[in-house]
């Protein structure tokens, strides 16, 4: 007994790939025909398909094209040429994949990401000085006090006196209009 999907479908129909490859014989089109172009076809030559036809279609067009027996090119399915050199698709072509010796044990290979922490280790030493003694970097900018001796200026105060200027854009002037009497 056969174990496999049995789909139901009139005894009177050949398989899908010789309707198919007789669909595209018919047709005769110079470059080749669509999935559509063959589906009609098909229905028109043989009436009752069952109702999944387009599905079956789909899969029997994958599996030719897949197996080398048809070439889809430009959506367009013909029968492969025999005299014919192979068409290129579009981009760089693959390496060949030289043959690995007999007895050659792949390793598996990298996962993708950054790899975990691991949980015993303890973690970053502490920052340590550079030889002179300060901190890595520009220093950081001294306000100049402004006032007398020993005055503290409030926050709002110096940052205005750093610049000598108040900060944001300066307000627009407006012309005065004067009068002329005559």
């Given at each position: 007994?056969?174990?496999?999907?049995?789909?139901?479908?009139?005894?009177?129909?050949?398989?899908?790939?010789?309707?198919?490859?007789?669909?595209?014989?018919?047709?005769?089109?110079?470059?080749?025909s669509?999935?559509?172009?063959?589906?009609?076809?098909?229905?028109?030559?043989?009436?009752?398909?069952?109702?999944?036809?387009?599905?079956?279609?789909?899969?029997?067009?994958?599996?030719?094209?897949?197996?080398?027996?048809?070439?889809?090119?430009?959506?367009?399915?013909?029968?492969?040429?025999?005299?014919?050199?192979?068409?290129?698709?579009?981009?760089?072509?693959?390496?060949?994949?030289?043959?690995l010796?007999?007895?050659?044990?792949?390793?598996?290979?990298?996962?993708k990401?950054?790899?975990?922490?691991?949980?015993?280790?303890?973690?970053?030493?502490?920052?340590?000085?550079?030889?002179?003694?300060?901190?890595?970097?520009?220093?950081?900018?001294?306000?100049?006090?402004?006032?007398?001796?020993g005055?503290?200026?409030?926050?709002?105060?110096?940052?205005?006196?750093?610049?000598?200027?108040?900060?944001?854009?300066?307000?627009?002037?407006?012309?005065?209009?004067?009068?002329?009497?005559?």
């Amino acid at each position: 007994m056969a174990t496999g999907v049995f789909i139901n479908k009139p005894p009177s129909l050949p398989p899908y790939p010789e309707m198919i490859l007789e669909a595209i014989e018919a047709l005769n089109e110079d470059n080749g025909s669509n999935k559509s172009s063959i589906s009609k076809y098909i229905e028109s030559t043989y009436g009752g398909l069952p109702q999944g036809h387009k599905v079956l279609l789909n899969v029997h067009l994958a599996k030719m094209r897949d197996s080398g027996v048809l070439v889809f090119w430009k959506n367009n399915y013909t029968k492969r040429d025999p005299k014919a050199p192979p068409r290129r698709g579009r981009g760089r072509p693959p390496k060949p994949k030289e043959p690995l010796p007999p007895g050659t044990v792949l390793s598996p290979p990298r996962p993708k990401g950054r790899p975990p922490k691991d949980p015993n280790d303890p973690g970053k030493p502490p920052k340590a000085l550079t030889e002179s003694g300060r901190p890595r970097g520009r220093p950081r900018k001294m306000t100049r006090p402004t006032g007398g001796l020993g005055e503290a200026l409030p926050a709002s105060k110096v940052k205005a006196a750093t610049s000598g200027r108040p900060r944001g854009r300066p307000p627009k002037v407006k012309p005065v209009f004067t009068e002329i009497s005559a």
